[in-house]
């Protein structure tokens, strides 16, 4: 008895880290490389799109307003987010190349989660911006200013950082003493945590914390900032003024259905039911993956401002190269009647 006492405080007080996980990826697929060329597409046309944007966003002065400050944040994480996963995701499966140190599963793990936590709340805070312009017009200009909007973006990134690190960090706490196959297409926290054998109590708190903090919340922000626009819009009298403001929430109401039903169904699914690990990892990669490659079309194609600033660089750069050609032949014509003048 007394034997068993002590070597269970051994074990307790012995965290057992190892060198390397495996990722299991999918299993008995034909033709799954097809699948991870589609992601190398996927990656290519979301850095175009979300570089694109930022571009834009950049280099047209009439978009430096604090709405399309929140835009700029949403490419840029999306850009983020999707480097983070990709290019590792890719190099593991098509290369095969399945193992991954222990450190270096814990930074896939915290930058994916980071990324998709900071796109969570800055659809929030496009539906904030969407509120006070359609509730509280006469008082945009005070609530929505580039000072506040930068404290908000920063307070959100520095939270954020704390509490999806508190999440991964404590998996430092915990010993991996059973099997290291990782069965998921990346360092996913929950397949990780499953595989200690030791208490996973603060584990368990931290999971249900991200989740209310990252989905939850800012769900039932974004659903009362709508009830209110809703409620604002059926006092305006004006068919044409209530659709005009209408046309400015659908783009953003079209980015909070591409990111939240796909991940709320993953998630309420495989509480509720059991799903085979295959269709799991399908529907999680293209979670994770297809808003980012979403959002810059939508953007782009549904805001006004947007296409009248692409039209607005359009126009200015094809006068300028135009300008530069002109300039060009005159100094040709010059150099030729010089050199005429000389024989």
Request: positive net charge; proline residues 4%; glycine residues 2%.
């Given at each position: 008895?007394?034997l068993?006492?002590k070597?269970?405080?051994i074990?307790n007080s012995t965290?057992?880290?190892p060198?390397?996980?495996?990722?299991?990826?999918?299993?008995?697929?034909?033709?799954?490389?097809?699948?991870?060329?589609f992601?190398?597409?996927v990656y290519?046309?979301?850095?175009?799109?979300?570089g694109?944007?930022l571009?834009?966003?950049?280099?047209?002065?009439?978009?430096h307003?604090?709405?399309y400050?929140i835009?700029?944040?949403?490419a840029l994480?999306d850009?983020?987010?999707?480097?983070?996963l990709?290019?590792?995701?890719?190099?593991?499966?098509l290369?095969?190349r399945?193992y991954?140190v222990?450190?270096?599963?814990?930074s896939?793990?915290?930058f994916?989660?980071f990324?998709g936590?900071v796109?969570?709340?800055?659809?929030?805070f496009m539906a904030y911006?969407?509120?006070?312009?359609i509730?509280?017009p006469l008082?945009y200009h005070?609530?929505?200013t580039?000072?506040a909007?930068?404290a908000?973006?920063?307070?959100?990134w520095i939270f954020?950082?704390?509490?999806?690190?508190?999440?991964?960090?404590?998996?430092?706490?915990?010993?991996?003493c059973r099997s290291l196959?990782?069965?998921?297409?990346?360092c996913d926290?929950?397949?990780?945590?499953?595989?200690a054998c030791?208490?996973i109590?603060?584990n368990?708190?931290?999971v249900?914390l991200?989740?209310?903090?990252v989905?939850?919340?800012p769900l039932?922000?974004?659903?009362f900032t709508?009830?209110?626009i809703?409620?604002a819009?059926?006092?305006?009298?004006?068919g044409e003024k209530r659709?005009?403001?209408l046309k400015t929430c659908?783009s953003?109401?079209?980015?909070?259905?591409?990111?939240?039903?796909?991940?709320l169904g993953?998630n309420?699914?495989?509480?509720?039911?059991?799903?085979?690990?295959?269709?799991?990892?399908?529907?999680?990669t293209l979670?994770?993956?297809?808003?980012?490659?979403?959002n810059?079309i939508?953007?782009?194609?549904?805001?006004?401002?947007?296409l009248?600033a692409?039209k607005?660089?359009y126009?200015?750069?094809?006068?300028?190269?135009t300008?530069?050609q002109k300039f060009?032949?005159?100094?040709?014509v010059?150099?030729h009647?010089?050199?005429?003048?000389?024989?």
């Open positions: 008895m007394v068993e006492e070597s269970s405080r074990f965290f057992v880290r060198a390397q996980f495996y990722l299991s990826g999918f299993s008995n697929i034909p033709h799954v490389k097809y699948f991870y060329v992601l190398c597409f290519i046309m979301t850095v175009l799109g979300n694109f944007l571009s834009v966003i950049y280099l047209v002065k009439t978009l307003t604090p709405k400050l835009v700029f944040n949403l994480v850009l983020c987010g999707s480097t983070a990709i290019p590792k995701l890719l190099d593991t499966f290369f095969d399945r991954i222990y450190e270096a599963c814990l896939y793990m915290f994916v989660f990324f936590a796109e969570s709340w800055t659809l929030v911006d969407r509120f006070i312009a509730c509280f008082r005070s609530f929505v580039k000072p909007i930068v908000m973006l920063l307070f959100k954020l950082l704390s509490i999806i690190g508190l999440m991964v960090g404590l998996l430092d706490r915990i010993s991996f196959v990782i069965r998921s297409f990346f926290h929950g397949p990780v945590y499953r595989l030791n208490d109590t603060l368990v708190i931290a249900y991200v989740f209310i903090t989905l939850c919340i039932i922000l974004i659903i709508y009830v209110c809703s409620v819009l059926n006092r305006i009298v004006s659709l005009r403001a659908t953003h109401l079209i980015l909070v259905g591409v990111f939240f039903l796909p991940l993953t309420f699914a495989s509480v509720a039911s059991h799903i085979h690990p295959n269709a799991r990892i399908i529907n999680s979670t994770h993956t297809i808003p980012a490659l979403l810059p939508i953007y782009a194609l549904k805001t006004e401002e947007m009248n692409i607005k660089l126009k200015r750069y094809s006068l300028s190269s300008n530069s060009q032949n005159h100094q040709t010059e150099q009647c010089i050199h005429i003048n000389k024989c």
